[in-house]
Every structure is written in C-alpha cells, then in structure tokens.
C-alpha cells in the first residue's frame, strides 16, 4: 500500500440531518446503464464544501443516491502512471485537445481496482476503457502482470515500457443519478494527493469537485441548482492539480491562475 496521509472521516454537513439517507437508492447493479463511460460529455464543477447541504437540498427531490453495501459514500484511491517526462502531465498543460490519462482507480471499501484507459477527445467528448487489475497500486509496470500490460499495448498512446508511477489520490466521492436515469453526478471531497516522485504529499480540505456526466448537450436540474448557488464551469484535473501541489520544479503556467482562482472559491 502507498503510505498516505491517514484519509479524514466524511467531514459534510448534511451528515448531520441525514438527508444522503432520505435519498432513494439505486444500486450498482441499477447503475450500469446510465454510467455513461464510453461516450460522454463532461462538466466540472468548483465550490467550497460548506455550500453541500444547500446544493443537496435543492437537487434531492430530482436524484437517487447510489449505495454500495449500504454505504452512500465511498472512498476512492487512484494512482496515475506518466512516461519519465510527464507526457501526459506536459500534453494537458499545454492544452493538447486530444489527450490521455493512464490510472489504476481502486474502490478501497469493495476491496475492487481497473487499469484505466481514459481519452478526451477535440470535441470535448470523454471515453473510458478499462479492465481488472489485481493491484491496487504498482512500483513498476512490471508488477502490473501479463493480461494489463496486454490491455496497455493495444490501447495506450504511449509507449508502455516507459510509464512508470507518478501520483497518487485519495477522496471520498458520492454518486447521483437523476429520476430519468439521463445523467449522472459525482461530488468529490476531502481530497489528498502523493507524488511517487517527490514523496510530498497534502490534503486540500473545503474543496467540492462536481463532475454532470451525460450522453448529450440537453436541460439539467442539477446544472440549473448550481446556477442558483452561482457555481460556474471550472475545469480541474485531479492529476495536474495534484502534481502542481506535490512537485515544486514542474512547469504550471497554464494552471497557476486556475489554482488561484480555486483559492479564492474554497476561502
């Protein structure tokens, strides 16, 4: 296991009313036709965690809550594999519109992980490929066994003998879907970050990272409640930001006004 920062109990308001519980539950089982992983679109959201009961009050009439051995709530670990020079670091801060992002994302309660392939494509679309993986995290591709390193040659953009481990993540995340199953929404929280390079790791509290997932551009409820709350568009990369916060010597330009104006939402 990667040595992280011991990860902090669900710190949300609404715990404290049980609203998650009043929510109507729909099961993973439930889940898999409106998980929109092949081809969608996505939206990333950024406010300040003390605005969750106020966003889950307005949107609990219209979503169901997944639940997952009667957890609502589940804490998710990812690591993140980069070629020796970044690549795919260097590819998104410099705005490359057809990019990819190499992971190993573990459900850690489930005790369940996937080598991940994801693309976002230059019309914003996203696709995600992925299969079992036996580890939740790697020291090197090696460790990865046959079968996943298979799955890399046939779908990665890069060269797989030359990733290697580069971040590591842990948040707590809950996942909606809306009445018509059209959409899907993931609120992050609690999120901290190691790099294997560097070895620095930190905690960034106050942070809510929203994602709206859907098959097309079509009326949202969710987005209209976050119109409400004057939550705008904000896009946030879990590893770019992550990298920025644990590894001094990067080049951040293209995301130093970002994390400025995140600072000025969370504070």
């Given at each position: 296991m990667v040595n992280f920062i011991?990860?902090?109990?669900?710190?949300?308001?609404?715990?404290?009313?049980?609203?998650?519980?009043?929510?109507?539950?729909?099961?993973?089982?439930?889940?898999?036709?409106?998980?929109?992983?092949?081809?969608?679109?996505?939206?990333?959201?950024?406010?300040?965690?003390?605005l969750f009961r106020c966003l889950l009050e307005d949107i609990a009439p219209c979503f169901k809550i997944q639940v997952n051995g009667g957890k609502r709530t589940a804490l998710y670990q990812t690591q993140y594999l980069d070629t020796p020079g970044l690549a795919m670091f260097v590819m998104h801060h410099n705005g490359k519109l057809n990019r990819q992002k190499v992971r190993i994302r573990s459900y850690v309660e489930s005790n369940v992980s996937f080598l991940e392939i994801k693309n976002k494509d230059n019309r914003g679309r996203t696709s995600k490929t992925r299969v079992p993986a036996q580890l939740s995290h790697i020291r090197s591709i090696a460790d990865l066994g046959s079968n996943n390193i298979y799955f890399l040659n046939e779908h990665a953009a890069f060269?797989?003998?030359?990733?290697?481990?580069?971040?590591?993540?842990?948040?707590?995340?809950i996942t909606l879907?809306?009445?018509?199953?059209?959409?899907?929404?993931?609120?992050?929280?609690?999120?901290?970050?190691?790099?294997?390079?560097?070895?620095?790791?930190?905690?960034?509290?106050?942070?809510?990272?929203?994602?709206?997932?859907?098959?097309?551009?079509?009326?949202?409820?969710?987005?209209?409640?976050?119109?409400?709350?004057?939550?705008?568009?904000?896009?946030?990369?879990?590893?770019?930001?992550?990298?920025?916060?644990?590894?001094?010597?990067?080049?951040?330009?293209?995301?130093?006004?970002?994390?400025?104006?995140?600072?000025?939402?969370?504070?």
């Open positions: 011991p990860p902090k109990c669900m710190n949300i308001p609404i715990a404290e009313n049980g609203l998650l519980e009043k929510m109507p539950p729909i099961t993973l089982d439930e889940m898999q036709g409106v998980r929109l992983m092949k081809d969608r679109i996505d939206c990333k959201f950024v406010a300040p965690a003390s060269d797989t003998g030359s990733l290697e481990p580069a971040l590591s993540n842990r948040f707590y995340r879907v809306n009445n018509d199953e059209a959409e899907r929404v993931t609120i992050d929280l609690n999120l901290s970050f190691l790099n294997h390079r560097t070895g620095n790791e930190t905690q960034v509290d106050n942070l809510m990272i929203l994602e709206l997932k859907q098959a097309g551009r079509q009326h949202s409820r969710f987005r209209d409640a976050l119109c409400r709350l004057r939550i705008k568009p904000h896009p946030f990369s879990k590893y770019c930001m992550g990298s920025v916060l644990t590894n001094p010597h990067l080049k951040y330009n293209c995301f130093k006004n970002k994390w400025i104006s995140i600072n000025k939402i969370i504070h």
